[in-house]
């Protein structure tokens, strides 16, 4: 039996995929290396570490409004997370995902970074508001 | 979600493409912070540089703009934030022609929206200022940050989607900072110390957001004995927008809510001027060569662009150092009239309009200038810069000036 987690309904597709996780926050515009698909900003807990494809299973998100474009555009080269799975977004990372059309959720009871590992595989279905750890 | 009749209307498509793509979107947004309803804005703020769009991007402005004008007219008055290329300066700055092809292709696409190209994050400086319980769509983090806090206005960060989205349909969905019951204070911090300059006021800023990390958090602020002024507000909420994804802050006395808190009382955080100097201290680098100084993020006041005419006083900028000035098209033209933009142009500095530096190519430009060590008075730049390649560093506008002379990190 899969290990099953509540959380608040979220935005696109339900997906399953493998999940890349840190006690750290994101940003499209200060984090990342969007051509490469890769973390850069030396200080994040995942610099160097690539992301596309990935499920990002991450605190916060931080920082500008430039992620509400951006992945869309990263979507459209293939070089994009395949979901986002946090404990608590702003509005900007949920609006993004809106118009990229990028599976998002959050609002979980306890800390999604402890309940969720790297290297776990998640179903996600955020119109039901569930992540099923399906390796656990 | 409720909605009113205009609003079934324009989802079902009767308004338009546009106005159905649009209402879809915020009602996507509004479920997932379960807003009950939308509401009307005055006012929208589009941020939408070519870095950002992409190519992707800018097909599907283009694709929106193709629609009747009936149907692709703006609803409210709509402004921009800033562009990723001054067409002035762009090939001083090593931005390319394929660069300026596509801002190209942007302005049309926006235009024919009917917005206003302001392109500018200071518009409420310099536009038309919100005023208090005003709703509004603003588009920029330091916009939003200076509009909830300092006027008693009401937004949320809209990102470039969700504003042109607000824009077509003149409302947004009702939820966070438009609703009483997330602006009251979640966060207690009580400042010890005096400070100097915008680099400071920028960088207690930065300490807060970083502590309050988180979007929803509302930092009460209080050991301020005098009221800062409208350029130390602007750097303070900017840093603590970009550190911490902080959308409203009070200061008793200086803003205008009343203060109260969401639970109980929190603990007071003390910052004093040892926790500053070590803010500041960890982006030290004196003795470096200095590669380029920017003054922007956020675009200068004309009182900021006369103090760096002053402290540059005619005084050549070194010739391995490139020193940039970022305002908006209005400050730029009124800089141009009063002699100020002749006076930091004529020791080889270069003043841009309607770009910020950091949304207008700065990995390449990086590239193509050679550029690493930056200095600026702008604690939001230098936390933004890191990702891009830069190696940063955060002192005032007058070690700032002094630095690009010398070629030297003083």
Known sequence: MPTVLKCHPGIGPSVTGIALVAKDNFSARYDLDRKTGVFSRPTHALAGQSYAGKVLVLDQAKGGVATAWMLHEMKSRGLVPLALVFNRVNPILAQGAAFGSVTIVDRFTGDVTDLIQTGDELRIDPAAGVVEILNR | ?410
């Open chain 2, 1 to 410: 979600m409720r909605l009113t009749e205009d609003e079934r209307a324009m989802l079902a498509g009767a308004a338009g493409e546009p106005r159905r793509w649009a209402i879809q979107h915020q009602i996507a947004v509004g479920e997932f912070f379960d807003a009950a309803d939308l509401v009307p804005v005055s006012q929208a703020h589009i941020m939408a540089d070519t870095e950002s769009l992409g190519e992707a991007g800018i097909r599907f402005l283009e694709s929106l703009a193709a629609a009747p004008e009936t149907e692709r007219r703006v609803r409210i008055p709509t402004l921009t934030d800033p562009r990723g290329l001054d067409f002035q300066t762009y090939k001083r700055l090593g931005q390319t022609d394929a660069m300026a092809a596509l801002e190209g292709r942007t302005i049309a696409a926006l235009k024919s929206f009917g917005v206003l190209m302001t392109d500018t994050c200071i518009n409420y400086q310099t536009i038309l200022p919100p005023t208090r319980g005003e709703h509004l769509a603003m588009g920029d983090t330091g916009v939003v940050i200076y509009s909830n806090s300092v006027f008693g206005a009401r937004s949320n960060f809209e990102g470039g989607p969700s504003a042109l989205a607000a824009a077509l349909t003149g409302r947004t969905p009702r939820y966070g900072y438009h609703l009483d019951a997330h602006r009251r204070a979640t966060r207690r911090f009580q400042l010890d110390v005096r400070l100097h300059d915008l680099s400071e006021w920028g960088a207690l800023g930065g300490m807060i957001g970083r502590d309050c990390g988180s979007y929803w958090e509302v930092p009460l602020i209080e050991g301020i004995e005098n009221a800062p002024g409208s350029d130390a507000l602007k750097h303070f909420g900017a840093a603590m927008a970009s550190y911490g994804s902080t959308a409203l802050f009070h200061m008793p006395g200086i803003t205008p809510e009343p203060i109260e808190f969401a639970g109980s009382v929190p603990d007071t955080v003390r910052i004093g001027r040892a926790e500053l100097d070590a803010f500041v201290t960890a982006y030290g680098a004196t003795g470096d060569k200095v590669d380029v100084v920017v003054f922007a993020a956020p675009h200068l006041s004309l009182v900021e662009m006369a103090a760096v005419a002053d402290a540059l006083a005619g005084r050549p900028v070194h010739p391995d150092t490139t020193l940039l000035v970022a305002t908006s098209p209005e400050i730029k033209h009124a800089a141009d009239r009063m002699g100020l933009t002749r006076r930091i142009e004529e020791t080889g500095a270069i003043v841009a309009a309607g770009i910020c530096f950091y949304q207008s190519y700065a990995g390449e430009m990086a590239e193509a200038n050679g550029w690493k060590r930056l200095l600026s008075n702008s604690a939001k730049l230098v936390n933004i810069i890191g990702g891009y390649g830069y190696r940063p560093t955060l002192l005032s506008l007058e070690r700032c000036v002094d630095s690009a002379v010398t070629g030297r990190v003083v």
